[in-house]
C-alpha cells in the first residue's frame, strides 16, 4: 500500500541482546489498539543479538513507536538523519517527525499493516532545526509482546529534486517550437515533442514512435548521414535539408543533432532538433520582393527628379520666348504659347504632388506581413 502525505552514535536499545530468560523487560501483554496510557520511554527487548546488529546497520534512518506515536527506540542512522541527540529521542513522537502523521493515521496504519507486509508514504520529515526533507517512509508492523510500528525514513531530497528537474526539462521538450527527435544507432525514432507532429502534419507524436528517422525527410538516407557525421570527437553538427510532411509536401529544414554516448564513448543515438524554414524563408522572399520594390521606387524617384529639372528649364526657356512676343501681333502664336504655360503649369503640379508622394514612400517604414513576423 502506499500513501502519498506530501501537499554514527550509540547502539540501539530495542534490539540489544537480552537473556531469553529475563522477563523483566518484556513489554506486558496489553490490547493491540492505541491507548494513551503512558509507557516507558525507551523500552528493552529479548531478541537476537543479529537482528540488533542488523538494525544499527540500515542505512535508512529507523524509529520504533507504540501505538500511540511515542519513539521508543531509533537506529545510529536515525541520529544523523534527525540531528537529534539520544536523549531528545527518548522524549519525542512521530508526530514532531513526520508531517501529516496523527493518532488517526496511526490507527490506519496499524489496520491495514495487520493485512499487508508494509505501507509506503511519500511526505516530509522534519529535522531537529525544524528544516524539512522529502522522504519515502516505509512503515512495517512489529509483532513483540505488545505491536509497535517500524518506521523506516529515507532522505529522498536528491531524487526529488531530480525528477523535479526533469519534469521542467520535459515540459520544456513538450512545449517548445522546434521539432526535438530522440534516435537510436538503428536511427529509428524513440521520443518525438508534439512540434513534430505538428510542423510534419501527422496526427499524434506516439505515430512516429519506433519509425525510422527517414520518413520525416525527401531523401531518407539523409537520416542515416546525420548518425555517420557523429562519430570520432564529433559530438554536435548543424546543417539544412529537405523534408518531407506526412502529404507529401516539402519544405526546408534546420538541423541541429547531439550524439548520445555509451560509457565507451560509442555512438548509440542522437538528439536532434529540427527548425521549420517556411516561415523563415517566406518572410525573405517578402523582404527580396520589398527590397527590390524599394530600388524601383528610388529609380522612379530619380526619373521624377530629372524630369522636374527638365520642367523647370522648358519653363524657363518659354517664359523667354514670351517676352521676345509680347509685341508680336499673331495672335493664334500668342495663344500656343499660353497654352504650353498652362501645360507646364499643370506638370508642375502633377509633378509636385508625384513627389510628396515618394517622399512618403521613401520615409516609411518596410511593408511585412504581420503573420510572418508575429512567428518569427
Same mark, same amino acid.
Not at 132 to 136: L, V
Given at each position: 500500500?502506499?500513501?502519498d502525505?506530501i501537499?554514527?552514535?550509540?547502539?540501539s536499545s530495542?534490539?540489544?541482546?537480552?537473556?531469553?530468560?529475563?522477563?523483566?523487560?518484556?513489554?506486558?501483554?496489553?490490547?493491540?489498539?492505541?491507548?494513551?496510557?503512558?509507557?516507558?520511554?525507551?523500552a528493552?527487548?529479548?531478541v537476537?543479538?543479529r537482528?540488533?546488529?542488523?538494525?544499527?546497520n540500515l542505512y535508512?534512518?529507523?524509529?520504533?513507536?507504540?501505538?500511540?506515536?511515542?519513539i521508543?527506540d531509533?537506529n545510529p542512522?536515525?541520529?544523523?538523519?534527525f540531528?537529534?541527540?539520544k536523549a531528545?529521542f527518548?522524549h519525542?513522537t512521530?508526530?514532531?517527525?513526520?508531517e501529516?502523521?496523527?493518532?488517526?493515521?496511526?490507527q490506519?496504519?496499524f489496520?491495514?499493516?495487520r493485512r499487508?507486509?508494509?505501507?509506503?508514504?511519500?511526505t516530509?520529515?522534519i529535522?531537529?532545526?525544524?528544516s #524539512?526533507?522529502?522522504? $519515502?517512509v =516505509?512503515v512495517?508492523?512489529?509483532k513483540?509482546?505488545?505491536p509497535?510500528? !517500524?518506521?523506516?525514513v @529515507?532522505?529522498?531530497?536528491?531524487?526529488?529534486?531530480?525528477?523535479?528537474?526533469?519534469l521542467?526539462?520535459?515540459?520544456?521538450?513538450?512545449?517548445?517550437?522546434?521539432?526535438?527527435?530522440?534516435i537510436n544507432?538503428?536511427s529509428?525514432?524513440?521520443y518525438?515533442?508534439?512540434?513534430?507532429?505538428?510542423?510534419?502534419?501527422?496526427?499524434?507524436a506516439?505515430?512516429?514512435?519506433?519509425?525510422?528517422?527517414?520518413i520525416?525527410f525527401?531523401?531518407?538516407?539523409?537520416?542515416f548521414?546525420?548518425l555517420?557525421s557523429?562519430?570520432g570527437?564529433?559530438?554536435?553538427?548543424s546543417?539544412?535539408?529537405?523534408a518531407?510532411?506526412?502529404?507529401?509536401?516539402?519544405?526546408?529544414?534546420?538541423?541541429h543533432?547531439?550524439?548520445?554516448?555509451?560509457a565507451?564513448?560509442?555512438?548509440?543515438?542522437a538528439v536532434?532538433?529540427f527548425?521549420?524554414r517556411?516561415? #523563415?524563408?517566406?518572410? $525573405?522572399? =517578402?523582404?527580396h520582393?520589398?527590397?527590390?520594390?524599394?530600388?524601383?521606387? !528610388?529609380?522612379?524617384? @530619380?526619373?521624377h527628379?530629372s524630369a522636374?529639372?527638365?520642367?523647370a528649364?522648358l519653363?524657363q526657356q518659354?517664359?523667354?520666348?514670351?517676352?521676345?512676343a509680347?509685341?508680336?501681333?499673331?495672335?493664334?502664336?500668342?495663344a500656343?504659347?499660353?497654352n504650353?504655360?498652362?501645360t507646364?503649369?499643370?506638370l508642375e503640379?502633377?509633378i509636385?504632388?508625384?513627389?510628396?508622394?515618394?517622399?512618403?514612400i521613401?520615409l516609411?517604414p518596410?511593408?511585412?506581413?504581420?503573420s510572418?513576423?508575429?512567428?518569427?
Open positions: 500500500m502506499r500513501l502525505l501537499p554514527e552514535i550509540s547502539g530495542l534490539f540489544k541482546n537480552s537473556p531469553a530468560t529475563n522477563k523483566a523487560n518484556e513489554i506486558a501483554p496489553k490490547d493491540e489498539r492505541p491507548s494513551s496510557s503512558p509507557e516507558p520511554a525507551i528493552h527487548q529479548p537476537p543479538d537482528y540488533g546488529e542488523l538494525f544499527n535508512d534512518a529507523a524509529l520504533i513507536t507504540d501505538l500511540n506515536g511515542r521508543r531509533v542512522r536515525a541520529f544523523l538523519q540531528n537529534y541527540s531528545q527518548t519525542q512521530i508526530f514532531k517527525l513526520i501529516n502523521i496523527d493518532l488517526e493515521l496511526i490506519v496504519l489496520e491495514n499493516l499487508e507486509r508494509f505501507t509506503l508514504l511519500q516530509w520529515a529535522r531537529a532545526d525544524g #524539512r526533507f522529502h522522504a $519515502e =516505509t512495517s508492523l512489529l513483540l509482546s505488545t509497535h510500528l !517500524c518506521f523506516l @529515507r532522505d529522498e531530497t536528491q531524487r526529488y529534486e531530480t525528477n523535479m528537474m526533469l521542467t526539462e520535459h515540459k520544456a521538450l513538450q512545449n517548445a517550437s522546434d521539432a526535438i527527435v530522440v544507432q538503428n529509428e525514432i524513440e518525438t515533442n508534439p512540434a513534430v507532429a505538428a510542423i510534419w502534419g501527422f496526427p499524434t506516439t505515430e512516429l514512435l519506433k519509425r525510422p528517422l527517414g520525416l525527401y531523401e531518407p538516407n539523409d537520416s548521414a546525420i555517420r557523429l562519430v570527437e564529433t559530438y554536435q553538427i546543417g539544412s535539408a529537405i518531407k510532411r506526412a502529404d507529401g509536401d516539402t519544405f526546408h529544414v534546420e538541423i543533432a547531439a550524439s548520445n554516448r555509451d565507451d564513448g560509442n555512438v548509440v543515438g536532434i532538433s527548425t521549420d517556411t516561415d #523563415r524563408e517566406r518572410f $525573405e522572399n =517578402t523582404e520582393d520589398i527590397q527590390e520594390l524599394r530600388n524601383k521606387i !528610388c529609380q522612379f524617384a @530619380r526619373h527628379s522636374a529639372n527638365t520642367l528649364d519653363n518659354l517664359a523667354e520666348i514670351a517676352r521676345y509680347v509685341n508680336n501681333p499673331d495672335k493664334e502664336q500668342n500656343r504659347i499660353q504650353a504655360f498652362n507646364l503649369s499643370a503640379t502633377i509636385a504632388e508625384n513627389g510628396e508622394k515618394l517622399d512618403e521613401m516609411s518596410p511593408i511585412s506581413d504581420p510572418i513576423t508575429q512567428k518569427l
